[in-house]
């Protein structure tokens, strides 16, 4: 296999399982290892993928991005321990907004059912587990659903928003970078995501490490706009402090 077909199976690889290691694409491929390593320096300087330490991941952005169902599967413990964290920061918040994705719906699990809580989210994963609870008043925001998330998107979704002011918003990126802030592949999606931004007094990212350094298509907002950020302990301290520096608390869990 020549070299631009091999990676354009690697990237489709990578894409379908979230992530791949080079042991094994180096079977599948018959390749060498050092010749799928290359193949993924390239990939990575194209931006398409992150390397890790044995693999590689994909990058998201206005060509891909990948489905909740793959995002349920990866680093799931990781994810629980920052929805956890997440949740120790609602104070004396009693309206709160929950953004679609994995990490948001883990909040939306891990907040306590006995509070009176005003939830407010475009995921109607998240408004079908919290509905059922007598202390929750959920609102879920109009719009046109997204097959690959579920949730709600467009202007409808925007004009809702524009007219509340919440305490609290959760909001996650598909990419965070010093340089181009929070990013989104989708545009409906970064149009719903600034809103909540800006009807929110406080605004908390939470995402794995991994989102870090990765830029997608559409800017929703700044990391000088976060009060905090919640990720795993993967980000190293130096990194942290250098986000912090723009303004937001980093909490590493």
């Not at 120790?88 to 953004?99: W, Y």
């Not at 009176?116 to 007598?134: K, N, R």
């Not at 990194?239 to 869990?253: D, K, N, T, W």
Request: hydrophobic share 45%; with cysteine.
């Amino acid at each position: 296999m020549q070299a631009q077909g091999r990676r354009h199976r690697i990237l489709e690889l990578v894409r379908a399982e979230g992530q791949v290691l080079v042991a094994k694409l180096a079977v599948e491929l018959a390749a060498a290892p050092e010749t799928i390593r290359r193949d993924l320096r390239v990939l990575e300087e194209h931006g398409l993928v992150r390397r890790t330490h044995g693999g590689a991941y994909p990058v998201e952005s206005a060509g891909f991005e990948s489905s909740l169902a793959v995002r349920t599967t990866r680093r799931v413990h990781d994810k629980r321990r920052i929805a956890a964290a997440a949740v120790g920061l609602l104070e004396d918040a009693e309206t709160v907004f929950i953004d679609e994705g994995f990490t948001p719906q883990l909040i939306a699990e891990a907040l306590p059912r006995d509070r009176q809580l005003t939830v407010i989210t475009a995921s109607l994963i998240t408004a079908a587990g919290l509905a059922a609870a007598p202390a929750m008043t959920v609102l879920v925001l109009g719009g046109r659903v997204r097959g690959r998330t579920l949730a709600t998107v467009d202007h409808w979704a925007g004009d809702m928003l524009a007219g509340f002011v919440i305490d609290l918003a959760f909001v996650g990126a598909n990419g965070i970078t010093r340089d181009h802030g929070l990013t989104t592949p989708d545009p409906a999606v970064a149009h719903v995501k600034s809103r909540a931004m800006r009807a929110a007094r406080r605004r908390v990212f939470v995402g794995l490490h991994t989102k870090f350094g990765a830029s997608s298509f559409c800017r929703f907002a700044d990391v000088a706009d976060l009060d905090t950020i919640v990720t795993d302990a993967h980000l190293g301290a130096a990194e942290a402090h250098r986000y912090s520096a723009l303004g937001p608390q980093v909490i590493r869990v």
